[in-house]
């Protein structure tokens, strides 16, 4: 049962709950771009969003990960672990696309021969500037252990992904990860869904992800329920 609201982000709301050690995040249909300059709402986004992302942390958990996920308590909240958030985000890449286009001489499209794992300090406020280990070190957000452990793992749940995405017909150009503590054990938090990954169709290209929003690329409340038909069909029943 929700209690009162401990935080209140750009497309998900936290609530304590009885238990301090469990949390419930509800996923809404707001949607956010470019530091929150841009915004707007999509229908059915947060219920798409949360039961992918259900589906995606089950999965993970099932090859050995460890996420902050417990269960669902609506179609659109997910019961989760209280951790402390790690505020990095970090980025598996497999396919050029995004900041990496605009920041380096790469172009879009280029396949990496292997992974290209970026981090990013989470901050609206410094712009999400480039992180690594030794400047986390330096702020005190994490060990030289942690991050190593946490890119370490980054690189498995990205191999786990992009393989089970492949099957169901995505290629995986990138997304984006964060990382909580909890008992001394670094665990996977946040969302994996529409709103954090780079999802383009395997046969048409097309993106059907975030940058809908970002570029106007279409319809987004579409294009995240196909890919919840592709990935949770069992919804749809
Ligand atoms: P980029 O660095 O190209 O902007 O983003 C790389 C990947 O990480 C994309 O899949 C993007 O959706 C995800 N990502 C990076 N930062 C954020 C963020 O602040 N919010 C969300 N929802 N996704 C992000």
């Known amino acids: 049962m929700k209690k009162e609201e401990l935080y209140s982000g750009k497309a998900k709301t936290i609530y ?23 915004k707007s709402e999509a229908e059915k986004k947060g219920y798409f969003n949360a039961q992918i992302s259900r589906k995606l942390f089950e999965m993970l958990e099932e090859e050995g990960i460890p996420t902050h996920y417990l269960g669902m308590e609506a ?30 001489p790469i172009e879009e499209g280029t396949v990496f021969k292997t992974p290209v794992l970026v981090m990013d300090y989470k ?25 190593a452990q946490i890119r370490e793992m980054a690189l498995k749940i990205n191999e786990i992904l992009k393989n089970y995405l492949d099957e169901k017909g995505f290629l995986l150009p990138d997304f984006k990860l964060e990382f909580g503590r909890v008992d001394g054990k670094i665990v996977v938090a946040d969302e994996i869904s529409c709103d954090t990954c780079r999802l383009w169709d395997k046969s048409t290209g097309q993106s059907m992800d975030k940058d809908i929003f970002r570029f106007d690329k279409g319809d987004l409340s579409k294009a995240y329920e196909e890919v919840a038909k592709r990935i949770v069909p069992e919804i749809f029943e």
């Not at 901050?123 to 991050?147: F, K, L, R, W």
Request: aromatic share 6%.
């Open 16 to 38: 304590r709950t009885e238990d301090p050690d469990k949390l419930i995040s509800v996923f809404r249909n707001s949607l956010t771009a470019f530091d929150g300059k841009k």
């Open 75 to 104: 179609d659109n909240e997910m019961l989760v672990r209280a951790v402390e958030i790690i505020p990095i985000e970090v980025i598996p890449r497999n396919i050029a696309a995004g900041s990496i286009t605009r920041k380096y």
């Open 123 to 147: 901050s609206d406020e410094h712009g999400d500037p480039m992180m690594n280990e030794d400047i986390a070190v330096a702020m005190g957000i994490a060990t030289y252990e942690e991050v």
